[in-house]
């Protein structure tokens, strides 16, 4: 029994589990005291799936922090915050929880907002098959698309994503970077769509778009 006016806090559930994923994680340790072929074989399949976990974690991570903004623009709206002063601090308090500089907050806050509207490419980070670089990559590249090119990228990322990514060092100098716009693959994406801003209409057609900037991460098909 609680005393009055005592509420009892009931611990959330995904907060719980995320306590005994570390605690697992705790508990791996390579096994120091192995040698051989067999324990090293263990060993690096270890490692991909701690990469992967890392990967998953960040795609949690912004799952989290849209929801997060969602609720505290709902309840500044309730609290009759005016529309013009809604969202702020959000990024700040995202910042504290993630225990980063408050600058980094809204990077983090506007990374989130991004998968939100690419949701091939977080579900290929939600998996592991690309990491939290290459996803960032791919939104940083992409910002100065249109809503509507943006979404033919993440499309074409699914794609690219069904397939083991090939070597970094292979393809990390086959992008170029237009004077004023992001970068392009030349032939994957039009320099029209590539320099339209996002406040711009959409072209009635679009040229096909293979794999977009997520290729030099994730889809083997280029030299």
């Not at 910002?143 to 074409?156: E, F, I, K, M, N």
């Amino acid at each position: 029994m609680y005393a009055p006016g005592v509420v009892a806090v009931r611990e959330d559930p995904d907060v719980v589990r995320l306590q005994g994923m570390l605690e697992g994680l705790a508990e791996v340790t390579g096994d120091p005291g192995q040698v051989g072929a067999m324990a090293d074989s263990h060993r690096v399949e270890e490692l991909r799936r701690l990469e992967e976990i890392k990967a998953a974690a960040a795609a949690a991570q912004a799952r989290v922090t849209v929801a997060f903004e969602a609720s505290q623009l709902a309840r500044q709206e309730a609290a009759g915050v005016r529309r013009e002063q809604r969202g702020r601090g959000i990024g700040d308090q995202v910042a504290l929880a993630r225990g980063v500089p408050a600058s980094q907050g809204s990077r983090h806050l506007g990374f989130a907002k991004a998968m939100a509207e690419m949701p091939h490419t977080l579900a290929l980070l939600t998996a592991g098959r690309i990491d939290e670089r290459t996803a960032t990559l791919l939104v940083r590249e992409t910002a100065a698309l249109s809503l509507t090119d943006r979404t033919l990228v993440d499309h074409g990322s699914a794609r690219c994503g069904s397939t083991p990514p090939p070597d970094w060092s292979t393809t990390r100098g086959s992008w170029r970077r237009p004077r004023g716009g992001s970068r392009e693959r030349p032939g994957r994406f039009p320099p029209s769509s590539t320099l339209r801003p996002r406040s711009a209409a959409p072209p009635a057609s679009h040229p096909r778009c293979d794999c977009g900037p997520l290729a030099f991460r994730a889809c083997p098909t280029l030299p």
